[in-house]
């Protein structure tokens, strides 16, 4: 079969990845602290593998969607006068620490709550435990803020003066996208530490996705689409002919 239908098949469905992440995008554009993903391609290694009997089969064609990098560049400063809304002038994330699990992530959003948590405290000696109502920043799905100390921040007063972690990582590329504009870090992002970036309060960071510039992408990997396709009834018009005149 000619090779341009197995390039065309190949590019279909990259287009279709390519859309996914353009439409991510486009979805995420009012959520602050987003991140835009870039998509990223690569060629297939052209040349053919021996097959059954000495036949040659195609080894690859085309190009791949190899992965979606992440744009963290920084999104525009919104105001909105809330006490509990926070912004990062500069490098740094926030970490936000998720009680049940002990798991750790990282985000620009800074858009924080007052949550309230029960604390058993163990009673003296033949006495119940005390239950305890410990009040704690945060985000918007509960998982708790950790001050530059790395421990959550607790609160009395939803107008006090709180010290929120800002914290830098070493290396941002393949960091871990987890849902709710989070990302978890593996062994590859190496150290974290403290940041002295700034912190806005009343503020939030909008997202960094561009509407014109994701719609542009979209407008591009539709026509390509179109344009494989086309390529592709192509070829089955021409290996149809040679088919046909084969057989005539």
């Not at 026509?223 to 084969?246: G, H, Q, W």
Request: aromatic share 10%.
């Amino acid at each position: 079969m000619l090779q341009a239908f197995y390039s065309a098949t190949v590019g279909a469905q990259q287009q279709m990845q390519r859309l996914n992440v353009y439409a991510n995008n486009i979805s995420n554009v009012n959520t602050y602290g987003y991140k835009a993903q870039v998509p990223a391609f690569q060629a297939l290694m052209y040349g053919m593998l021996d097959g059954i009997d000495g036949s040659q089969l195609p080894r690859g064609s085309g190009t791949v969607m190899a992965l979606t990098g992440t744009d963290m560049g920084d999104g525009a400063m919104e105001e909105t006068g809330r006490n509990l809304d926070y912004a990062i002038v500069g490098d740094g994330f926030f970490a936000v620490y998720e009680p049940a699990t002990g798991e750790v992530t990282f985000t620009r959003d800074g858009s924080f709550t007052m949550n309230a948590y029960q604390e058993v405290e163990e009673g003296a000696e033949g006495e119940e435990p005390v239950v305890n109502t410990v009040y704690y920043l945060c985000d918007g799905e509960g998982r708790q803020v950790l001050g530059p100390d790395g421990y959550p921040i607790p609160m009395t007063d939803p107008n006090q003066e709180l010290n929120i972690g800002v914290f830098t990582i070493q290396y941002k590329d393949g960091l871990e996208r987890v849902g709710s504009g989070r990302f978890a870090m593996g062994e590859k992002n190496g150290l974290v530490w403290a940041s002295d970036s700034k912190v806005l309060q009343g503020f939030l960071e909008s997202s960094n996705a561009d509407l014109a510039n994701e719609l542009s992408g979209v407008i591009e990997a539709q026509r390509s689409y179109s344009y494989v396709l086309r390529m592709m009834t192509t070829a089955d018009d021409v290996e149809t002919t040679i088919n046909a005149l084969a057989n005539g």
